[in-house]
Structures are given as C-alpha cells and as structure tokens.
C-alpha cells in the first residue's frame, strides 16, 4: 500500500479537529511533513470526491464536508490506494504450470482479501482515528 492513504486520513482528521475553521495547505503541510505538491494532489483528489471542501482567497483554505463519524476509511482507501494491495507479478514461464496460473490465482485471493479489508474500514470512521489518538495522548502524558 502506498503512503496516500494515510496521507488523506491524516489531512481529513486534521480538518476535523480544525472543524470550525478554514485550514491552509501550508498548515496542513507542515501537520503531515509532506511535501506541498504531494498533499495538494491528495487534497484535490479529496476535494473531487467532496469529502473535503476548498475557498480561494485571503480567507479561504480547507474545510471537511461533512462530520467526521460520517466519513469511513473505506472511502478514504477507495479514492487512494484501491487494488494495491494487489501483487505486481514477473511473467513466468508459460510451460510451467505454477508460473501459468500462479499470477491469476494470486490477484484472486489478493482481490477478495481487498474485499474483506473494505468491509472492516467500512466500520471505522475518521471520529474512531480522533477518539483513539486523544485517548492514546492522554495515556501517554506525563502528569505532575
């Protein structure tokens, strides 16, 4: 799996805790340690799906589009990183039969493990990724 999906849970769990406010990329930026370029393709592809909304302007920036019990990781996975999880296979020797079928076989069980990893994500929604942070900084504070 490649980084963008954590890359646009990060931006969308920011947003949330941002959620009265407009948020800047540069600001978003410097949250997720990526580079501008990088996060505004992943903004945008946020943006064309409307889980996220943006303003121009002297007072504009990023905003979520809906609340964040609302926006399951399986949205979030669909739009950045749907069928990596799916082996890239050499080519193999036709006349063996474990090189013939193995590729077919593999994106098989690969596409029905993606299934089931959906299924899970469905069930988990940006709220889940901010209630477990604060509660996981909570344990680990130090208190005087």
């Known amino acids: 799996m490649n980084s963008d999906f954590s890359i646009a ?45 943006s303003k121009e302007g ?3 920036g990023f905003s979520l589009n809906a609340q964040p019990e609302q926006i399951t990781l399986d949205k979030i996975f669909r739009i950045t990183s749907e069928e990596t999880l799916v082996p890239k296979c050499p080519d193999s020797n036709d006349n063996c039969i474990i090189g013939k079928h193995l590729s077919d076989v593999l994106i098989r069980i690969f596409h029905n493990a993606e299934e089931h990893f959906l299924n899970y994500l469905k069930g988990v929604t940006v709220q889940d990724i901010i209630n477990e942070i604060h509660n996981n900084s909570s344990k680990n504070s130090f208190h005087a």
């Open 9 to 53: 849970v990060h931006c969308v769990a920011y947003l949330a805790e941002k959620q009265n406010q407009r948020v800047t990329s540069e600001d978003i930026s410097q949250s997720v340690s990526v580079h501008p370029v990088r996060l505004r393709k992943i903004l945008s592809i946020l943006r064309k799906e409307n889980i996220i909304a």
């Open 58 to 60: 002297a007072k504009g």
